[in-house]
């Protein structure tokens, strides 16, 4: 099969979004051949094409390497849905697609009649995929929610998985959107699927908080009373001391994962010149070290022992073990790292005064199918005129809709 065939090719997909996680999860859907019509409100469009600025990066039309990233091969319609030809043109766009995807909160799509209960039994084979912070139901369904505190703060992630004492971390920009957006396409095609099988359409939802606690499974589990596992976890006193980070001589840190501590304690002993391993029967295995309490007096001889080589060193022995092990990498070098190049992890793309930025690629490759390739995105309603007159707008109705504002 020819790697041009894409295997989404023919589903039509209406997006209602702004910011991140539902976005990015329409843009997957239009990389494997998907045909994404996002809609924004004129003049200004969705306030990521602004979020830019706040990360040190361009938001011209044409320059915006930020938004491109989340919204790349889609076209972009501008519908005021304040006024009456605005809502009528977008239930024609809602009679034409599979997949309606918003993160709009519920109160505002009560408010513009478009909620899920209210449109279902007038578009039963719509697949209507909801995204929120925190969830679709309850009483705090209508609060504002972002990644930093519906994913990070909410799930206790920013705290707890830190160093007892530490300010809670602020991880990179959208971690949590992005990781949430993945599984809501997971739902979206679950639910194409289901209804290629049995011929209705579904609300599918998910939230920042749900991803959070699916994703923070074990320590939502082995928190709970009955397990007692307390967090955050004292840096002396790790499960094993053998599966941590340590700070090496050039001042990196390396994290190692050893599971097969009694098969690999000779090496750890000579590696490490720590002749103690050989000699204690408390540290011949790690629950002999849990037990008689010298996991912290071992996670100090760690430390003390890596900062006595560079890390590279430290990586070579460890891996000469088949011990899995990293140096921590930094995110400005990241786009250079050979392995992602190898397999063709970021995709360059060409913006003004010949700056070529290297964006990541979609974390999906198929051996029979392709993807589109990542183009800049236009400006808010560039296609709004392409997309209206192919369901049937004239010039005439497209002039009078702008003229009241319908449309940009």
Not at 88 to 94: E, N, P
Not at 105 to 134: C, M, N, V, W
Not at 152 to 167: D, I, P, Q
């Amino acid at each position: 099969m020819n790697k041009t065939c894409l295997p989404l090719e023919g589903v039509k997909v209406l997006e209602l979004a702004t910011v991140v996680a539902t976005p990015v999860a329409a843009r997957m859907l239009a990389d494997y051949g998907a045909e994404v019509i996002k809609i924004e409100s004129p003049p200004y469009g969705d306030t990521c094409r602004t979020l830019g600025k706040d990360h040190q990066l361009p938001i011209e039309d044409g320059n915006n390497p930020f938004f491109d990233q989340l919204n790349t091969g889609k076209k972009f319609v501008a519908l005021n849905l304040k006024t009456k030809e605005g809502m009528d043109a977008f239930f024609k766009l809602l009679g034409e697609v599979d997949i309606f995807m918003t993160n709009v909160r519920i109160k505002s799509l009560e408010k513009l009649g478009i909620d899920y209960e209210t449109i279902k039994d007038q578009f039963p084979q719509l697949i209507y995929a909801h995204f929120t912070g925190l969830g679709t139901w309850g009483q705090e369904a209508n609060r504002p929610s972002f990644d930093q505190t519906a994913f990070w703060t909410r799930s206790g992630a920013a705290t707890e998985s830190l160093a007892k004492g530490s300010v809670p971390a602020k991880m990179s920009f959208a971690f949590g959107d992005i990781v949430s957006s993945n599984m809501f396409i997971d739902g979206i095609l679950m639910a194409y699927i289901g209804r290629q099988k049995h011929g209705k359409g579904t609300l599918i939802c998910t939230s920042l908080l749900k991803s959070a606690i699916w994703c923070n499974t074990t320590s939502v589990i082995n928190a709970q009373p009955q397990y007692g596992k307390e967090y955050p976890v004292h840096r002396y006193k790790p499960n094993n001391p053998f599966t941590e980070f340590y700070r090496c001589q050039d001042g990196e840190w390396i994290g190692f994962f050893d599971r097969d501590y009694e098969h690999n304690r000779e090496y750890f002993a000579e590696i490490l010149d720590m002749p103690i391993l050989l000699e204690d029967p408390d540290l011949f295995s790690i629950k002999r070290m849990q037990d008689s309490g010298k996991v912290s007096m071992i996670t100090v001889a760690l430390e003390e022992a890596f900062a006595k080589k560079p890390s590279k060193e430290w990586e070579h022995l460890l891996r000469y073990r088949d011990i899995a092990c990293e140096i921590a990498m930094h995110y400005k070098d990241l786009h250079r790292d050979p392995q992602a190049i190898a397999n063709r992890w970021y995709e360059g793309v060409e913006y003004e005064e010949g700056i070529t930025t290297y964006m990541p690629t979609p974390p999906v490759d198929f051996s029979e199918f392709g993807r589109k390739k990542m183009v800049r995105t236009g400006p808010v309603g560039c296609d709004t005129e392409e997309v209206l007159a192919s369901i049937g707008y004239t010039e005439e109705q497209l002039e009078a809709m702008r003229e009241n504002k319908a449309i940009m």
